[in-house]
């Protein structure tokens, strides 16, 4: 958590100004929380960044190629600055999700497994993963 802290530096200028902006005229959390994640998902590209898991929220919006981690990093930050309790979370995913991402020729030198990074926020008193909450299964929610 202390490192997630670091990075996520929601009292940055930038970001504050990217937070207010994105949620502007936002009436309910959905509709903030659906503008944050969409501007993550759509307006940042995917690629690893040179410092891999080492970059602040604030560097992410230079855009530049981030992945998982500096964009749940993002993520939580810009929820952060709009008083929306967010966390992230990591774990291992099966490396065979990153096929096309990487060249078929690497596979065999990667590990089975590679670090994934998701994010949560806390809804009345509960926290949810943001994949339910922005894109949920019918009866999810």
Same mark, same amino acid.
């Given at each position: !958590?202390?490192?997630?802290?670091?990075? #996520?530096?929601?009292?940055?200028?930038? $970001?504050?100004?990217?937070?207010? *902006?994105?949620?502007?005229?936002?009436?309910?959390?959905?509709?903030?929380?659906?503008?944050?994640?969409?501007?993550?998902?759509?307006?940042?590209?995917?690629?690893?960044?040179?410092?891999?898991?080492?970059?602040?929220? #604030? *560097?992410?919006?230079?855009? *530049?190629?981030?992945?998982?981690?500096?964009?749940?990093?993002?993520?939580?930050?810009?929820?952060?600055?709009?008083?929306?309790?967010?966390?992230?979370?990591?774990?291992?995913?099966?490396?065979?999700? !990153?096929?096309?991402?990487?060249? #078929?020729?690497?596979?065999?030198?990667?590990?089975?497994?590679?670090?994934?990074?998701?994010?949560?926020?806390?809804?009345?008193? *509960?926290?949810?993963?943001?994949?339910?909450? $922005? !894109?949920? !299964?019918?009866?999810?929610?």
């Amino acid at each position: !958590m202390y490192a997630v802290t670091l990075l #996520s530096d929601y009292d940055h200028p930038a $970001v504050q100004a990217k937070a207010d *902006e994105l949620t502007s005229g936002k009436s309910t959390l959905l509709d903030q929380v659906e503008s944050i994640f969409g501007f993550v998902r759509d307006e940042i590209p995917f690629g690893f960044p040179p410092k891999w898991d080492a970059v602040k929220a #604030s *560097e992410t919006l230079q855009v *530049e190629k981030r992945y998982c981690t500096s964009k749940a990093t993002l993520f939580v930050a810009l929820c952060r600055a709009a008083g929306i309790p967010g966390r992230v979370h990591t774990g291992l995913l099966d490396i065979q999700i !990153m096929r096309g991402i990487f060249p #078929s020729f690497a596979f065999p030198s990667l590990p089975s497994a590679s670090g994934h990074a998701w994010t949560e926020i806390e809804i009345d008193g *509960e926290w949810k993963p943001i994949a339910k909450v $922005v !894109m949920p !299964m019918p009866g999810v929610r």
